[in-house]
């Protein structure tokens, strides 16, 4: 059994699209992806949250996470912004507390929020509200998250090869092929 951060880098050196850029940021990479993916053993749900320029992001997510071809165990992943459909209004810290209750309620397993988006949207402040939230932002370097930049060309593509890692690393360590600890 690998190492993650070994694991990762054989995963990214195996693709056969030029995913080569993300070589150097997998030690930025592996210490996130490895607390969720550990969340994620544990049984806590993912809550997936966008800002409005990654809305079809958290589409492709919905629909390739579980596809059942896949023949691995589906895996808790839900879109937060259609649990709660009213998530545009929440303003006030107690509104943010009142969603957090709501969510603890709902999954007495745990959850964890993984935002995609810019540092500086509103969604940031129910991300923000726990450190061992997986984020993916733009423009915000933030500790414990990956950041990428808003205006980079290829960043739609970008953010399909880190999905495709992310999804393959939640596959190795749910058939104990890479280690955790």
């Known amino acids: 059994m690998q190492q993650l951060l070994e694991w990762t880098l054989s995963a990214i050196r195996s693709e056969n699209s030029d995913f ?3 070589e150097e940021f997998r030690f930025d990479w592996v210490p996130p992806v ?11 749900t993912v809550l997936v949250l966008t800002d409005p320029g990654r809305e079809w992001f958290a589409h492709y997510i919905m629909g390739s996470i579980n596809r059942p071809e896949r023949h691995r165990p589906y ?3 839900y879109p937060l912004a259609q649990i709660f459909p009213n998530l545009q209004e929440i303003e006030s810290s107690q509104d943010l507390q009142l969603l957090e209750d709501m969510l603890e309620i709902s999954f007495p397993g745990g959850y964890l929020l993984w935002y995609i988006g810019e540092g ?3 969604y940031t402040k129910i991300a923000y509200r726990n450190d061992t939230n997986l984020l993916w932002l733009l423009d915000e370097q933030v500790p414990g998250s990956f950041t990428l930049r808003r205006h980079d060309p290829q960043l739609d593509i970008k953010l ?12 190795a360590a749910l058939f104990n092929e890479v280690a955790l600890d």
């Open 20 to 22: 080569s850029w993300m």
């Open 34 to 44: 490895k607390s969720a993916v550990a969340r994620i053993l544990e049984g806590q």
């Open 75 to 77: 895996v808790p992943f």
């Open 120 to 122: 500086s949207h509103r």
């Open 160 to 171: 399909l090869q880190l999905y495709r890692l992310f999804d393959r690393t939640v596959e």
